[in-house]
């Protein structure tokens, strides 16, 4: 499956083709996942954006406590 730069990942078709790569792949059940649709994707999509969020804070926070002394 090859996405352009441009093709949105919440296109329908897009989403039907990545559940089958998805519900084919030998470590689906690896994530504790055996059934995924279209809200299982985008639950794991949010739930990745959140994980970013909270690591961009906990940098933040790291080079705001940081005074440069060795």
Do not use: H, W
Not at 42 to 47: A, D, P
């Amino acid at each position: 499956m090859e996405f352009e730069e441009r093709d949105p990942i919440f296109e329908e078709e897009k989403q039907t083709e990545l559940i089958e790569q998805i519900q084919n792949a030998p470590d689906c059940i690896v994530f504790g996942v055996n059934r995924f649709n279209q809200r299982t994707i985008r639950i794991l999509m949010v739930f990745d954006v959140v994980v970013a969020i909270i690591l961009a804070a906990l940098v933040l926070s790291y080079d705001q406590s940081d005074t440069g002394a060795l």
